[in-house]
């Protein structure tokens, strides 16, 4: 499957990959594990394949030491002896090997979840876009592709140990068996074979079954995190949340719970079946021995030898079937790992250098929507913002302000139109050396269960254990004398679930307010950056603090580009422009003045609100003081 293909979760999506695929599949989950431990997986195959072969070479050995003592008189004591020694051997090496086989597959099996989270999470990282993480479809297929590939190389390498030691097995109890009554063979295979082929089939059922309940345990994973998320207990509590989403839970759960047991019950329905025709043929093959023994065809010896014989090929058709079902389930599971690490990017590589801005960046009519088939939400943007000027962006909810800084960073790209920077299309130049240039505090911007110095200092990555930068960061965010009073001063982890990693203090947490300069003070950590964005960087602080941030950043910002997005209209009133975004179109822009002075435009009308407001509330207070 490639990313063309339907959804994890979809009938198509569980459809047969096809014989190529799944040998490939088989394949590359056995390179996996070489490639997470060479020698683990090396030793494992040598010992799987001594364990495999082990009970042959003590049957050949009882059969060498039999014929011998047969002799009688005529036995060689000797040979007899160290024929009985090297049976012990035998024996005791194959312990050994088993334990030494259970050993080495756990040791491949941690091995191997670390390469397989090395790869899919290297993978997982290289997505430039966002596309890839707001579709549900990968989700799905992420989580599949992580259970499939820590249990098929296991379950390829004991179906292969089992694929050993049976065919060591049906080579000598076949012999037996074409000796004495040969069309028990043929009776058995045909069992055997109709075994197998419907526990393959089962296989299929199952992992169709898993594809199909993926998103649903997604969910109840989801449910989980919320029931026992700190920031979630609030509402949790107050809205009486818990009983509703717990219900949900439990409900998730026993979705998938009654397709798991659906397969569960068609599995045993099948292995009742073949064990009664299992024991039917065995029945029918001893009878007639019986019956033969009885007028004198076959001796005792072969009646024992027969049904011995019998039982040993159903043993191994058992086993076969058993570790082969888990083995398709597997590599079928697994082609989720491959198609995952074949995954393309959702946005084309480009390899121009990013140069530092000197001119201008400049959306050409962009059009965008997040889905082809949903409503546009920039409609033929056009907005030039010069190099060294301050640009504010307002609009109402909605309007698409996050949504043009999410282009400006290269999450997504326009449907049509471009965006310029200094006069090249951004789409062809190095994402990664693109965003260097760029510092953001974003609307939704994150908290990190990490030190107070972490928390800035990954703001700029090469820098983050300088603690000087970190600290000028926090003062120009106004977050500084905070974080020097806590309790670990910059070194106090900024959480309450986990402790710290070197004494096991519990962490501290901040306000919304000092949680928002700490971002702010990440974004600033970029001192290089040529482009600062604020996607409403105060809307979390006091009116104060608000006016000494901005104040603070505009000395700050040195000539630097500003894109700041804010609804407290006042914020923006000292920036060189000022756009208003209105249904995904610039409709107004100018300075504060020339936009005042267009009147009854779309901002003169929003400030007049948002002054009329703060003049009467600063009349309340008037009044309410007077009275006091
Ligand atoms: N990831 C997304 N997938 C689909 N639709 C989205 C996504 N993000 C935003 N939208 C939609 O795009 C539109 C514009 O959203 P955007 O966040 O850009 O608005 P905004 O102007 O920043 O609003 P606000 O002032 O509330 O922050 C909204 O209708 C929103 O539902």
Same mark, same amino acid.
């Given at each position: ?184 063979? $043929?009776? &058995?295979?045909?069992?055997?074979? @109709? %075994? =197998?082929? /419907? ?7 199952? #992992? *169709? +079954? ?56 068609? $599995?045993? &329905?099948?292995?009742?079946?073949? @064990? %009664? =025709?299992? /024991? ?7 009878? #007639? *021995? +019986? ?64 140069? @530092? ?272």
């Amino acid at each position: 499957m490639t990313h063309s293909d339907p959804p994890a979760g979809s009938p198509e999506a569980a459809s047969p990959p096809g014989n190529r695929l799944r040998a490939r599949a088989a394949w590359a989950a056995v390179a996996l594990q070489f490639r997470a431990t060479p020698v683990g997986a090396s030793l494992l195959f040598g010992v799987t394949v001594g364990v495999g072969v082990t009970p042959a070479a003590a049957a050949w050995l009882a059969k060498l030491l039999f014929d011998e003592l047969g002799r009688g008189a005529h036995a060689d004591a000797r040979h007899a002896v160290s024929l009985g020694i090297a049976t012990a051997a035998l024996g005791a090496l194959s312990a050994v090997l088993l334990q030494l086989a259970a050993y080495l597959d756990e040791l491949v099996r941690r091995r191997l979840v670390v390469e397989v989270e090395r790869t899919l999470f290297a993978k997982v990282d290289e997505f430039r876009g966002l596309r890839r993480f707001e579709d549900p479809a990968f989700h799905d297929r992420l989580r599949l592709a992580q259970q499939a590939s820590e249990d098929a190389p296991h379950n390829v390498t004991m179906f292969t140990q089992e694929a050993v030691r049976s065919v060591a097995a049906l080579s000598g109890f076949t012999g037996a068996l074409l000796a004495v009554w040969p069309p028990m063979v $043929g009776l &058995l295979f045909l069992v055997g074979a @109709a %075994a =197998l082929l /419907a526990r393959l089939s089962l296989a299929r059922r199952q #992992v *169709v +079954v898993w594809e199909l309940t993926s998103a649903r345990l997604r969910r109840h994973l989801f449910y989980r995190s919320l029931l026992t998320d700190p920031r979630a207990a609030k509402e949790i509590r107050l809205f009486g949340l818990g009983g509703f989403l717990h219900g949900r839970l439990i409900r998730a759960l026993n979705d998938a719970t009654e397709a798991e047991l659906a397969v569960a019950r068609r $599995g045993a &329905l099948v292995q009742s079946a073949f @064990a %009664a =025709l299992n /024991a039917l043929v065995a029945g029918l093959g001893t009878v #007639v *021995v +019986v019956a033969g023994a009885a007028h004198g065809r076959f001796t005792i010896g072969d009646v024992t030898l027969f049904v011995a014989a019998a039982a040993g090929v159903q043993g191994a058709f058992t086993g076969i079937v058993l570790q082969a079902g888990s083995a398709a389930e597997g590599v079928r599971l697994f082609g989720h790992y491959l198609d995952l690490l074949d995954t393309p990017d959702d946005l084309p590589r480009g390899e121009a250098p990013a140069p @530092a801005l000197t001119g201008r960046i400049e959306l050409r009519d962009v059009w965008f929507r997040y889905d082809t088939s949903g409503p546009w939400v920039l409609r033929g943007v056009n907005l030039t913002v010069p190099a060294g000027a301050a640009m504010g962006l307002v609009g109402r909810n909605g309007a698409g302000k996050s949504t043009l800084i999410k282009l400006l960073c290269r999450f997504y790209d326009p449907e049509r139109g471009a965006i310029l920077w200094d006069g090249t299309d951004i789409r062809t130049m190095d994402v990664a050396e693109l965003r260097r240039r760029i510092g953001v505090t974003f609307q939704d911007y994150m908290t990190y269960d990490l030190s107070a110095a972490e928390n800035i200092g990954i703001g700029d990555l090469p820098y983050r254990e300088d603690l000087e930068r970190v600290r000028d960061s926090a003062r120009l965010a106004g977050i500084d004398a905070t974080l020097r009073g806590l309790p670990d001063g910059y070194e106090t982890q900024l959480s309450r679930v986990h402790l710290d990693e070197e004494d096991g203090t519990p962490g501290v947490t901040l306000s919304g307010g000092q949680w928002q300069r700490v971002a702010l003070a990440r974004s600033l950590m970029r001192t290089d950056a040529d482009l600062l964005i604020l996607d409403e960087p105060s809307s979390g602080l006091d009116p104060e603090a608000e006016h000494e941030v901005h104040r603070t950043l505009g000395r700050h910002r040195l000539g630097r580009t500003a894109l700041l997005v804010s609804h407290r209209l006042g914020a923006l009133r000292d920036a060189d422009a000022i756009a208003v975004l209105v249904d995904g179109r610039i409709a107004e822009l100018g300075s504060h003045d020339e936009l005042m002075a267009l009147g009854g435009g779309h901002y003169a009308r929003l400030f007049g609100l948002q002054a009329a407001g703060y003049a009467e509330r600063a009349d309340r207070g008037r009044t309410t003081e007077a009275a006091t």
